[in-house]
């Protein structure tokens, strides 16, 4: 404070630099704002790929089930008297 009251040449560099300071410092925490926001957004689409991902699998296990155990099909068209 006593910086920006004093004329000397020594007070007002002392200033100015304060000033670039307190500027860097505001972009600086502007900068990690906006990286903290794009954070989370990943974030949160690697949550739903998760569930993607695990939905997935679900359906596989289920298809490998179904391989597993397949039930016999009744034959469709002709039939001749030997098919039953």
């Known amino acids: 404070m006593l910086s920006g009251i ?13 000033m670039r300071i307190f500027t860097r410092i505001r972009q600086m925490l502007t900068d990690t704002l906006s990286l903290k926001l794009e954070i989370e957004v ?6 739903n790929q998760d569930k ?16 597993e155990d397949p039930t016999p099909r009744k034959r469709i068209g002709f039939k001749t008297n030997e098919e039953d």
């Open 6 to 18: 004093l004329n000397s040449d020594r007070a007002i560099s002392v200033n100015i630099q304060i």
């Open 42 to 47: 990943i974030k949160d689409k690697l949550q």
């Open 52 to 67: 993607n991902i695990e939905l997935v699998f679900s359906y596989l296990d289920e298809l490998l089930t179904k391989q």
